[in-house]
């Protein structure tokens, strides 16, 4: 009844407010867009935009049908990705992400199985903020990343958990903070706050800034360096803080009425093009099985 085109210009018109700027999204001509559009509605028999204002707007029967047409066109995107690796003897390199506040001491274990399985197989890794993983993943800079969880994902991308890793807030040792057990959160914000966010200037959902006063870095040794040498407090990984805790050069920020410490939950993500690839799998279920074998023990 619908083509994927049909669809694809119907999603966009949605997305993009207009029909030209869909025809821009699409590499298409105006008019191609409006008779895909056109020919949806005589397909379904009823008008999916309100045509009268400056810019088309759902009708109530457009937005019924939306969601639908936007599972019919991922399934028809994961339809062709499976139909290009029907064959399971073909795979396709593996270019990992990974963000560096991550501990990744099984993943020279993980890809010892992988380069036996499949010999011939180039692999390449990436140090990027988990903001911008998953930004090199829906650009497929990177086939895979391991980042911590973000409370929504691009559709095209695949996840799966694989455990957490705790955070707490630490200040140098010549902090003001560093001698005061703190009555509230709120005092926090009375001093520089040091952030972590991705080269497109976006932070994710649990790095957030609180304080009128921050600075921003995108990587968890430089905002280290940063919180060492005194110039705010700041959020980081227990592993990556505790040398210089035991050097004595952090020191845990203390509350009264709160734990600081958190745990943050790690994805392992991918591109949905290599979501049948024999290698992309093997490294997967080998990263998982790992883990899952070291939180047993």
């Known amino acids: 009844m619908f083509s994927i085109e049909q669809l694809d210009a119907f999603i966009q018109t949605v997305e993009q407010g207009s029909f030209s700027a869909a025809a821009r999204k699409l590499g298409k001509v105006q008019s191609a867009v409006s008779q895909h559009i056109m020919n949806m509605e005589i397909d379904c028999g009823y008008e999916l ?8 707007l759902l009708t109530a029967q457009g937005s019924q049908l939306l969601p639908h047409a936007k599972a019919a066109v991922i399934q028809h995107r994961r339809l062709i990705n499976c139909a290009h690796q029907l064959d399971g003897r073909q795979y396709q390199d593996i270019t990992l992400a990974v963000d560096e506040g991550i501990p990744m001491s099984q993943l020279s274990i993980a890809l010892q199985s992988v380069s036996e399985q499949f010999p011939m197989i180039h692999f390449e890794c990436l140090s990027a903020s988990s903001i911008d993983i998953l930004q090199l993943v829906r650009d497929r800079r990177a086939t ?28 140098a040792k010549q902090h003001p903070l560093a001698s005061l057990t703190i009555p509230h959160l709120d005092a926090l914000r009375l001093h520089r706050q040091i952030v972590i966010r991705s080269k497109s200037s976006e932070m994710s959902s649990f790095q957030k800034a609180h304080s009128p006063d921050v600075w921003y870095a ?23 803080a505790q040398p210089a805790l ?20 790690i994805d392992i993500v991918q591109h949905q093009s290599v979501s049948n690839c024999a290698a992309h799998k093997c490294l997967r279920n080998r990263l998982t099985k790992l883990h899952n074998e070291s939180a047993t023990q």
Not at 49 to 56: C, L, N, Q, T, V
Not at 152 to 163: Q, V
Not at 248 to 254: A, D, E, N, Q
């Open 218 to 240: 995108d990587s968890h040794y430089v905002s280290l360096e940063l919180i060492s040498n005194g110039f705010g407090w700041g959020m980081l990984p227990i592993h990556i």
């Open 144 to 171: 895979m990343g391991i980042m911590f969880s973000e409370a929504s994902l691009d559709e095209s991308i695949d996840f799966e958990g694989l455990g957490n890793v705790a955070f707490d807030v630490y200040v």
């Open 49 to 56: 935009f309100d045509r009268s204002g400056r810019y088309p």
């Open 246 to 265: 035991e050097a004595g050069l952090l020191v845990r920020v203390k509350s009264q009425f709160e734990n600081l410490t958190w745990h943050a939950n």
